[in-house]
Structure formats: C-alpha cells, structure tokens
C-alpha cells in the first residue's frame, strides 16, 4: 500500500553507503496541521534506497513537493532488548506547484511497446 505527503523540502542529505551492496539517502519535508484553529507543524524524514537515492536532486530547499512512500518496519535484537525502526521509503516525488499540474520526477514503471501502439489489451490490471 502507498502513502503520499504534501509539504515544503527542508533538508536533504547526502547519501549513504550502509555496505557494499545497499545505499540510502534521507531528506525532510515540513508540513502544517490546523487542530482546532492551531497550526502543528510537523517534520517528516523520508529515506530513499538504492537506484532511487537521486530522486531528490533536481529539488531544491523550500520547493513544495509531493512525496510517495511505503512505510516498512523492522525488528532486531541486541544485548537481550528488542528493537523496531520504521522507515517511510519515497519511490516517487512531484513537484506541486501552484496553477500547473504535477512534474514527475520518475518515469513510469514500463514503456510502451512501439509495434503495439494504440492496440490496448484486455487485462484487468
């Protein structure tokens, strides 16, 4: 199941060699709340993983973006305690801009075949 967030880029950070084979890169958006007349602002750190940690390049510091993540958890042990850690990993970002429609950062997941062009099939996904 994918999440989605509307906010301003705040930070963005450089990315992360975790081992040999598995990279990360972190950045934070801040998004406000009204709650019964309040405004809560709130900090929210997204990581990207792997092929997708250069999807936060082309923007910059105070552009409204929409995110789209997953949220995945983990569970380890060490020294007889139990710990989790909960990542909400972006796969796509947009830029939100005011009177235009989104810019999409990632292309879509498939391209077309050029010999099947305006043939649709009929599957139902």
Known sequence: ????????????????????????????????????????????????????????????INDTLKVHFNIRGSKWE??????????LDAWRIESVAMGSGPGIDTPPAFAPDPENQGVSDDLPF
């Open 1 to 60: 199941m994918g999440f989605d967030l509307t906010g301003k880029l705040v930070a963005k950070f450089d990315t992360v060699q975790r081992s040999a084979t598995f990279k990360t890169r972190e950045f934070v958006i801040e998004t406000n709340e009204d709650i019964n007349g309040r405004t809560i602002t709130n900090f929210v750190k997204f990581q990207s993983v792997q092929d997708r940690t250069t999807i936060i390049d082309r923007f910059n």
């Open 78 to 87: 060490k020294n007889g305690q139990t710990n989790y850690i909960t990542n």
